[in-house]
Nanobody
Framework: QLQLVESGGGLVQPGGSLRLSCVASGFPNNYYAIGWFRQAPGKEREGVSCFSVGDGHTYYTDSVKGRFTISRDNAEKMTYLQMDLLTPEDTAVYYC???????????????????WGQGTQVTVSS
């Protein structure tokens, strides 16, 4: 059974850091991508970052470049999103997702992903 489970969300002050984790189980090979998305109340789901497991390439949306870092532990099948210099605009539910037929051109589109975690809340507030 293919499954994704996120953890690591919480409440943090502006300028602080959080690290999100996503464990993927049941995937038969390494030729897929893990994406991190977020959705704030009243807004569409937004692609934040992506790790292409097959070739190690990473992708970021412009608003998080230089602040967020995606990484991967292949042995543990864990994907991490290190989030630094957080601002209130980063407040959202964060989801990890797995795409089996990955196309890097559209890495930020939720339609590219087949499996989703349950989400973890990130709140940035003083």
């Amino acid at each position: 059974q293919l499954q994704l489970v996120e953890s690591g969300g919480g409440l943090v002050q502006p300028g602080g850091s959080l690290r999100l984790s996503c464990v993927a189980s049941g995937f038969p090979n390494n030729y897929y991508a893990i994406g991190w998305f977020r959705q704030a109340p009243g807004k569409e789901r937004e692609g934040v970052s992506c790790f292409s497991v097959g070739d190690g390439h990473t992708y970021y949306t412009d608003s998080v470049k230089g602040r967020f870092t995606i990484s991967r532990d292949n042995a543990e099948k864990m994907t991490y999103l290190q989030m630094d210099l957080l601002t209130p605009e980063d407040t959202a539910v964060y989801y990890c997702a797995a795409g089996l037929n990955f196309n890097s051109v559209n890495w930020f589109s939720p339609r590219m992903y087949d499996y989703w975690g349950q989400g973890t809340q990130v709140t940035v507030s003083s």
